[in-house]
């Protein structure tokens, strides 16, 4: 399974933003359980943003509650980030993960996937 993000840009400080997450590959063969976003600077530790299970349960970073919403659409394997008042501390490479289930004849094989990243810049 693959992960792609899309969305990512330069806004000022209060605009808004929407992440995109598709998973691809072999999504008919395994099934993606919970998703979410992760944000982190070169040089700094990555740190959790948002998480979605896969039934909608959602957990969030006390930095971007009230701000922030995840949210999924299991039909197309997709998770989303809509980012609101955006404050220049949410400067960060934001990465999509996902953990999967990968069913074989002798079980399933859990896994991680990550994206690639995808940047967002928020100007004073």
């Known amino acids: 399974v693959q992960l792609v993000e899309s969305g990512g840009g330069s806004v000022q400080a209060g605009e808004s933003l929407r992440l995109s997450c598709a998973a691809s590959g072999s999504t008919s063969s395994s099934t993606i359980n919970a998703m979410g976003w992760y944000r982190q600077v070169t040089g700094k530790q990555r740190e959790l943003v948002a998480t979605?299970?896969?039934?909608?349960?959602?957990n969030y970073a006390h930095s971007v509650k009230g701000r922030f919403t995840i949210s999924r659409d299991n039909a197309k394997n997709t998770v989303y980030l809509q980012m609101n008042n955006l404050k220049p501390e949410d400067t960060d490479v934001y990465y999509c993960h996902a953990e999967v289930a990968v069913h074989t004849i002798e079980g399933d094989n859990h896994v991680e996937a990550w994206g690639q990243g995808t940047l967002v810049t928020v100007a004073s």
């Open positions: 979605i299970g896969r039934g909608g349960s959602t």
